[in-house]
């Protein structure tokens, strides 16, 4: 019998054979650009998984705990294999851009955590970014000169912080963490108003009747560029 491959296999060779370049390429098509923090979040990634000596094959055996939501994370989800769809991400709404890797088995796992002075050193390497990064990214005002700059640029220090040292960037701790239960397969509920399915634990009864969310006008949890908030249709 014809034995397949994990499409993962490339990554976890990548990982054993310490080639950032390439992880950073695959971290690409899922991240849409390159950056210097989606660069982090790859060699975070990289180091977790080759200390933890362990392959991913998303049943949350492994599993990371992201404390931000923003470049860094989808270089973890792309190199550790855990993410948002397979559970094995879990998402603590801290705003440091930090993880922790950890395997279910034993809770034994390693912190990473981005040095507060990273930033300020990262952009005295590159003196044209900061102000570039100010106009494009944060005041969304810049010239397409500017913005044509930019995009060469980011890039370019996305690579070249691949070679620096890991310690230079991020504090590195063994850990123990208490993993939550896996995650639990609930049954669905048609909702009585727009006949969609609904998993259980998010249906309201409204007059008796099973209701999702929307259709009850109730509040929901929302994960946004801002973290965890309230959503309501
Ligand atoms: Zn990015
Ligand atoms: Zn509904």
């Not at 899922?30 to 210097?36: A, D, S």
Request: charged share 20%; net charge negative; hydrophobic share 40%.
């Amino acid at each position: 019998m014809h034995e397949f491959a994990s499409a993962r296999q490339p990554i976890e060779a990548m990982i054993k054979s310490d080639d950032l370049e390439c992880l950073l390429k695959q971290a690409e098509a899922i991240h849409g650009h390159l950056c210097p923090m989606v660069s982090l979040g790859v060699k975070a990634g990289q180091y977790a998984m080759k200390f933890l000596d362990t392959g991913s094959t998303g049943m949350e055996e492994v599993v990371a705990v992201v404390e931000c939501n923003n470049c860094f994370t989808d270089g973890i989800q792309v190199v550790t294999g855990c993410t948002f769809g397979n559970n094995a991400l879990i998402f603590r709404d801290l705003g440091k851009t930090a993880v922790t890797v950890a395997l279910r088995g034993n809770g034994r796992g390693v912190r990473l955590a981005v040095r507060p002075q990273y930033r300020d050193e990262m952009f005295a390497r590159y003196p044209a970014a900061g102000p570039l990064f100010d106009k494009v990214v944060v005041q969304r005002n810049a010239t397409p000169e500017e913005e044509h700059h930019f995009h060469h640029l980011w890039p370019a220090m996305a690579h070249k912080e691949l070679d620096r040292p890991l310690e230079e960037a991020l504090t590195i701790q063994e850990v123990s963490l208490k993993l939550p239960p896996f995650a639990r397969i609930f049954p669905t509920v048609v909702c009585s108003q727009c006949g969609e399915g609904v998993m259980e634990p998010r249906v309201r009864l409204v007059k008796g009747q099973p209701t999702c969310l929307t259709c009850a006008g109730a509040e929901f949890g929302e994960l946004t560029g801002q973290g965890i908030g309230c959503g309501r249709s």
